[in-house]
Every structure is written in C-alpha cells, then in structure tokens.
C-alpha cells in the first residue's frame, strides 16, 4: 500500500459497526456528487483539452436536465449531500440557471457549488445566486493578458473572467475560489502575484498540481510543482502561510492563511504529491451519464441506459451502491506502470 491509499474494510465490519451509510470497501463514506453538465467547452486549456477540435458527444447522449436531476434526487436520498455543478464548461448549457434552481428545490444537497472558467459569469452570477447556487470555483491560470490567452488558447477575454469574479462576489455567492493549475514553465513565476490578487481581493486561491488528464499528453511530472514549492516560494517571496483547521476530513485542499492576518486564503491541492485518496468522498458523474468513481478511473458505469431502459429508482439506486462497491483504492499516478485514463478532463468533469 502507497501512501494516501486506503486500506480494506471487510463488508461484515462495516455493516456491524459502521451501520447504514454509503460506504464503499474501504469505508469511506460517499458523499460528494461531480456533476458534469456538458463536455462542450468555449475553452481549450492546454492542460485540459486538445488543441484540434475533440468528437464532442452527440447531443442525445448526453443527460437531458430532468434526466440528471433524477438521477441527484436517487443519490441524495442514497446519502449524497454535496454537489459540485461542472463541465466542460456549465455555464455554457443553456437553462443551466433553472437546473440549480430545481437541484435547490430538491432540498437533497447542503452544499450547491459550480465550477467555471468564469467567461459567461459576470452575466450570470446574480441568476445563479437568485436560483439558489450557494459558491463558485472561478479557473484562472494566468494575471497576464497575452498568457491567459496562450493557456486558454482563446483572445482577450482576461478581462471578462476578472469580471465575472467581481460579479460572483457582487451577487452574495460565497465563498468564490480561484483554481489555479500550476504547469511548471508555463505559469509558476506567478504564484506570488496570485497570492497578492487573492490578498486584495479577500478571495480563497486554490493552487492545483498539473495532473495526467490532459488531451494533449504534455503532462509529465518535471511540469508539476510540488505544494511544498509552492509554500516554500511564497514564504521567500515574505508571504509566509499557517496552517488553517481543515473544513471537513474529505476536504482536498491543504488550507493557509496569511502569516500577517492579510485578507484571503490559500489552498495547496496536491494529488501527485500528497494524494489524499484514503479520504475521498467523492463520486463522478459524466454529461453523457457514467459514474466513475475515480477522476483516474480505467471504465466508468453507465447510468444513463437504465434511465433510458425504464429502471426504477430502486433499481438504479442498487446498481449505484454496487459501482460504489468498486471505488479504487487511489489514483496510483506514482506507480511505474500507471496509465491515465482514456477520458481527459474536460469528459470526465473536474
Ligand atoms: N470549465 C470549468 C473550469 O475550467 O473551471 C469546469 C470544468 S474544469 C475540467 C474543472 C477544473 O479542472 C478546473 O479548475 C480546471 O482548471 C481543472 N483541470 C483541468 N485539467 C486539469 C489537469 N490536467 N490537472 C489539474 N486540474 C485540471
Ligand atoms: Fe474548458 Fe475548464 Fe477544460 Fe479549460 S479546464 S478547457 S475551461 S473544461
């Protein structure tokens, strides 16, 4: 067993003494839904997707929204209680506003959040809080005009994702986090100026190991930089972080505060690094209709035939708790014979 992998539980221990929870073979109980809403994307990260046009999933396979919002009713009422709104990029469906508002209605989930690139956010952060979205994660990679472009490979839109961000924190949609994949090369000379756009703007950063998902295959661990670099740069840079209490045993990010009590917060999400899978709480669900139960996953289960096959709750509430059955132990990036997954990214939802 590598470190941050999970150790077996056998099945009679956990129904003896772990009681009625879902909980998979190495007891850790599930209770973090991914949702991917689409694999569409107005994006084309170079950490993420390719840079010639991937086969987008043909629009019927995907899960119409009644669909998905069947599907997060079994799993809330299977003990699911946080949702994570992703993509591709969500903001991208259209009635992506009145799908939160009917996940809210539900009243299955304690914690609504959605995922995004930010483009189309300045537009839509006041509806999204209106139909009851709680927070906002904003991916930003660079501060710089002509970078964010390169890593987006798109054209001067910087400033409408800054936009959105101030617009996020405008509507009440607290806390907003900025994802920042760091690439070693590609955007690590701007840890420090990222931590002082955090500082100004009272934002939570959470700085991202590169991990091996990305269409483009340039992903290789000389281009990861370590969450200890990352803390080891700030404090030379005289932004020494302590340690915050973390918010929950699943939590993935590492979380600081400012040694000087300046506003904002920064969180080291370090999966290559220090994997944390012995406590992952999470399950995946794919826009075309898959769970996987590893974002490293080497097959994902289909949900979406038995919706379409006339299952019924019962049934599709079983077949969860059998494929929750078959969470991995951990991701094994570290291995010598790993292979990723053949789903990158921006299929799977992050
Ligand atoms: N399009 C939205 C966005 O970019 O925020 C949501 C989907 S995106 C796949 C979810 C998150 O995964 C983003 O924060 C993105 O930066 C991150 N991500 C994508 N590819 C990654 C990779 N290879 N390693 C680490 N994080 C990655
Ligand atoms: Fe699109 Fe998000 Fe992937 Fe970038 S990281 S290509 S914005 S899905």
């Given amino acids: 067993m590598r470190k941050g992998e999970s150790k077996p539980i056998p099945p009679g221990y956990r129904l003896k003494f772990l009681g009625f929870m879902l909980r998979d073979t190495y007891g850790r109980q599930i209770t973090d839904l991914r949702a991917s809403v689409t694999d569409r994307c107005n994006f084309r990260c170079i950490y993420c997707r390719a840079a010639e046009p991937e086969n987008y999933q043909p629009p019927e396979h995907l899960l119409t929204f009644p669909e998905l919002l069947r599907l997060c009713d079994i799993l809330g009422r299977l003990g699911l209680r946080k949702i994570r709104i992703t993509g591709g990029e969500p903001l991208v469906r259209p009635g992506v506003e009145d799908f939160v508002a009917r996940l809210v209605a539900l009243g299955r989930y304690q914690d609504i959040a959605l995922t995004t690139n930010g483009l ?33 490979r798109t054209r001067g839109v910087l400033p409408r994702v800054l936009a959105g961000i101030e617009a996020a924190q405008a509507a009440g949609l607290h806390p907003v986090k900025v994802n920042v994949v760091i690439v070693r090369g590609f955007n690590d000379d701007e840890i420090v100026d990222f931590a002082c756009f955090a500082r100004e703007r009272g934002l939570i950063l959470r700085f991202i190991e590169f991990m091996p998902l990305d269409a483009d295959h340039i992903w290789d661990r000389s281009r990861v930089l370590p969450a200890a670099e990352i803390q080891r740069r700030l404090e030379d840079a005289g932004l020494p972080l302590e340690p915050l209490p973390r918010n929950y045993a699943s939590e993935t990010a590492l979380r600081y505060r400012f040694a000087d009590n300046g506003a904002g917060e920064v969180g080291l999400v370090a999966p290559v690094s220090e994997p944390f899978c012995g406590k992952c709480s999470r399950i995946r669900l794919t826009a075309d209709g898959k769970i996987r139960t590893c974002l490293f996953s080497q097959l994902d289960h289909d949900l ?38 053949n789903r990158t990214m921006v299929f799977i939802g992050g």
């Fill in 304 to 341: 979406r035939g038995r919706l379409r096959g006339g299952a019924s709750d019962a049934d599709i509430a079983a077949e969860v708790e059998r494929i929750i059955e078959t969470k991995e132990d951990g991701h094994h990036i570290n291995d010598p014979d790993f292979t990723p997954p």
């Fill in 120 to 152: 189309a956010l300045a537009e839509k952060a006041a509806t999204l809080k209106a139909a009851g979205l709680q927070r906002v994660n904003v991916s930003l990679d660079s501060l710089r005009a002509e970078r964010f472009d390169a890593i987006t």
